[in-house]
């Protein structure tokens, strides 16, 4: 099944602020919006700070729902928040994320494995507003690996379903 799916931004930091910092403050790398990035499988997006994280790491790429960046400007009244606050990778409209894990898709020529939720933290009550980690319970994104090599771009993209990912 093929259809069609806009990537609206594509994030890389090079250094992490929340993840690894319980108990710290947060840190202060920017998240880069960018036209273009390229991902390299097993291993991430370049100039990420989980590029080569560790083997077979979970989260080499993380989608969030443009649709949930709308609804939480609207549900929290900030109608300028940027989606770069909750630092996902591929902020995508049209795909229903959550329905990905435990498949394998592609986006254009890059292929991927939906793993499972990129859960909202404790981070996010202080980056968009008290109450966030609450409500972004359930959508908080995707956490997949990097299939094969390619570049995502921003912009319309091919979305085409694999088959299911066998059980280990």
């Known amino acids: 099944m093929n259809a069609t799916a806009t990537i ?6 090079p250094g992490h602020n929340f993840f690894g910092r319980h108990g710290q403050p947060a840190g202060t790398h920017p998240a880069h919006d960018l036209p273009v990035v390229r991902c390299v499988a097993g291993q991430g997006i370049q ?24 609804a939480v400007r609207r549900e929290f009244a900030l109608p300028a928040l940027s989606a770069a ?32 939720e990129a859960r909202p933290c404790h981070w996010m009550n202080g980056v968009v507003a008290p109450g966030a980690e609450a409500w972004l319970r359930g959508r908080g994104g ?20 694999r088959e299911l990912v066998a059980a280990e």
């Open 8 to 13: 609206r931004h594509l994030f890389v930091s």
């Open 47 to 70: 100039g990420d700070r989980f590029f080569g994280y560790r083997p077979d790491y979970q989260g080499q790429v993380t989608f969030f729902a443009w649709e949930t960046v709308v």
């Open 85 to 116: 606050v909750f630092r996902r990778n591929v902020i995508v409209e049209g795909l229903d994320l959550p329905a990905l894990a435990g498949l394998r898709f592609a986006v254009d020529e890059v292929e991927f494995e939906g793993v499972g």
């Open 142 to 161: 995707l956490r997949a690996r990097i299939l094969s090599d390619g570049e995502l771009r921003c912009g319309t993209a091919v979305f085409a379903r």
